[in-house]
């Protein structure tokens, strides 16, 4: 199936501080990207739709200030977790839209907040 | 709103054995697409299988095939000749066709013992 890369694959920050995450389709172009988050043991949620050249939708509750999205090539969509606080602490996975229907999913992004 | 539901507690599994995951979903939609992901402890999300609202045939694909019964709203999964690589969480997901979001189920935990 077609790859797609998540970097960093987890990284620790302190409070207030601001983090990067970038997705990357390696073998294909995508002009739909999606960021989501999961919690321990719960199941994904859609934070986010990354289009490229156009602004980010954002899913009702998300803070599009706090969580800012920028997806400027065909093959890269970046979340920025800005002023991160403990609660931002989860796991952050992005996928890639191919064709009509089959979204594949980045390896995901552990960000573990101080 | 779409709903995808998936109740069944976490399950052992002999190795080599089929199994069998249920998932069943809520739209008023017609035109809608099911999808099987499995998660391993890595957190990666790896597409197993899709089926589409219309398709006649249950979808197959390898070990995995999709028991589709549109007039009960279910799409579950049957693993056949599980392994032990097969431990993982999996998630049953349906996206409504023109809109990008996927809505996942809460996951069902399988674990293979030898």
């Known amino acids: 199936g077609a790859v797609v890369s998540q970097h960093p694959s987890r990284v620790i920050c302190k409070s207030g501080t601001s983090v990067k995450i970038e997705c990357r389709s390696l073998?294909?172009?995508?002009?739909?990207m999606f960021w989501y988050r999961q919690f321990p043991k719960q199941s994904l949620m859609l934070m986010a739709t990354?289009?490229?050249?156009?602004?980010?939708?954002?899913e009702q509750g998300v803070e599009k200030d706090k969580f800012l999205i920028n997806h400027a090539s065909l093959t890269l969509s970046t979340l920025t977790v800005t002023s991160a606080h403990p609660e931002d602490s989860s796991f952050y996975i992005c996928?890639?839209?191919?064709?009509?229907?089959?979204?594949?999913f980045g390896p995901g992004t552990r960000l573990l907040v101080l | 709103a779409q709903k995808i539901t998936q109740t069944q507690p976490g399950m052992f599994v002999q190795e080599k054995e089929a199994v069998t995951l249920d998932c069943t979903y809520d739209?008023?939609?017609?035109?809608?697409?099911l999808f099987w992901y499995k998660q391993p402890s890595s957190g990666e999300m790896i597409f197993l299988i899709y089926?589409?609202?219309?398709?006649?045939q249950n979808a197959t694909e390898g070990r995995y095939s999709l028991n589709f019964q549109k007039a009960r709203k279910s799409a579950n999964l049957v693993i056949s000749a599980s392994q032990l690589g097969d431990s993982a969480m999996y998630f049953c997901?349906?996206?409504?066709?023109?809109?990008?979001?996927?809505?996942f189920g809460k996951g069902n935990q399988v674990v293979v013992i030898p």
């Open positions: 073998d294909f172009q995508a002009t739909t």
């Open positions: 996928s890639a839209k191919v064709g009509v229907e089959t979204q594949y």
């Open positions: 739209t008023s939609d017609q035109s809608y697409g």
């Open positions: 990354s289009n490229e050249g156009s602004k980010a939708t954002y």
């Open positions: 997901a349906m996206r409504i066709y023109g809109n990008n979001r996927l809505a």
């Open positions: 089926q589409g609202s219309y398709d006649e």
